[in-house]
């Protein structure tokens, strides 16, 4: 008889050329790890496809739910495998079908990518649908938008017949397009854009600037909660929170009020610039979206950006809040980020923060206090939480300058 599996469709990966079995291999382990919860007993490659056997040989809604969240997946199918005797595909197309919770009409999609297959995929497919027909004598064949869909697949000796499709996140499977650190506020935006570059195919490294201690903690558990949450999709590797509530008073008692936020940031970026090096990371990311706020016109990114060398990842500048608010929702970060938190973006902020900075004056602010101390005194605190949910995530081997684990680890 025929078995359960999920029948993992990708799309990207299969434009990537003489590099494509790369890109399968990292988006195989990347699912064997993201489905660790399941009871998977096998995930494998077959000519176009990826499939995931489970040991009962029933390939339930959730699971196919979990495997949607892994970037790189483009669909999902609960497929049921079985030989080429038609028999055993008839009678697997008529359960599919029955599966489907409610439909009047339908159509069955049929294809061969075995060659030696001696049935023409025209034939196969008035072959199922007469089956079909009789089986359901109560429902219409529609070609045009059809309530369900039954496809019939002959792949490599085996047929894959199923109706129930969802689509995935897509993307590239995390692991193929290098390491970057990302600046993550417990706040909408940033969790966002972490989850748009790990979709892209980066591992990410979140850098949390907490107000600590002159605010509690707070944050940095949200941030945890922010990441836990992110597990599904595999892509953060360690969570590094850099204690600033001292050192911003520091600054606020130094500089002119208006251009605090951009000093706060310089020293940030330079911090995660630092980080970036320790984790042979290639680039930068925040939340940041056009004129969304003070620090966010173009002046302000300019007086920011010059403090670092690393390029700046900012994969929402062009979105809108709304759009960023829907992500975040989807993704199951946005009642996490609703939960205000004192961090050191509330702390010793200026009540005319300035727009438009001008680059002389930013670098005279940047000079009147050492900020190079003050960034490798931060560096020296720098505490970290390894998750273990990102497959390709390799810790640095240097890390004799940083604590050891210092965050908690109740609320993993
Ligand atoms: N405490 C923090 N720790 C780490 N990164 C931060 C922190 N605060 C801000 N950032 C980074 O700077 C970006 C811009 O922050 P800003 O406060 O100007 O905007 P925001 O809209 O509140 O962002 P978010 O919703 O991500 O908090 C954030 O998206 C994030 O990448």
Known sequence: MFESVCLVHYHEIGLKGKNRSTFENQLVINLKR??????????????GY????????RATKELQAAISQVPGVARVSRAYRCGLDQEEFFSAAVRALEEVASFTTFKVHARRSATNFPIH????????????????????????????????HVIQGSTYVYADSIVGVGGLPVGTAGKVVSLLSSGIDSPVATWMVGRRGATVIPVHFSGRPMTADTSEYLCQ???STLEGAGIIGRLYVVPFGERQREISLTVPQSLRIIMYRRVMYQVSERIAQIEGASALVTGESLGQVASQTLDNIAAVNEAVTIPILRPLIGSDKQEIIARAQAIGTFDI????????????????????ARMREVLSAWNSFDHEAMVDDLVAQVEYRDFNQCPSYRPPKELSRFHKELLPRETA
Do not use: W, Y
Request: glycine share 2%; charged share 25%; aromatic share 4%.
């Open 337 to 356: 980020s609703a939960q205000a938190a004192d961090d050191c973006c509330t702390l010793f902020m200026p009540r005319r923060p300035e727009t438009h």
């Open 121 to 152: 995929s025209i034939e196969l497919n008035r072959m199922v649908g007469s089956v079909l027909c009789e089986h359901f004598p109560d429902k219409k064949v529609a070609m045009h938008a059809p309530d369900a869909t039954v496809v019939v």
């Open 50 to 57: 990826i499939v995931v056997e489970t040991e009962d040989h």
């Open 225 to 227: 909660d922010i990441i």
């Open 34 to 47: 993201a489905l660790r919860a399941f009871p998977v007993a096998g995930v494998s490659r077959i000519s």
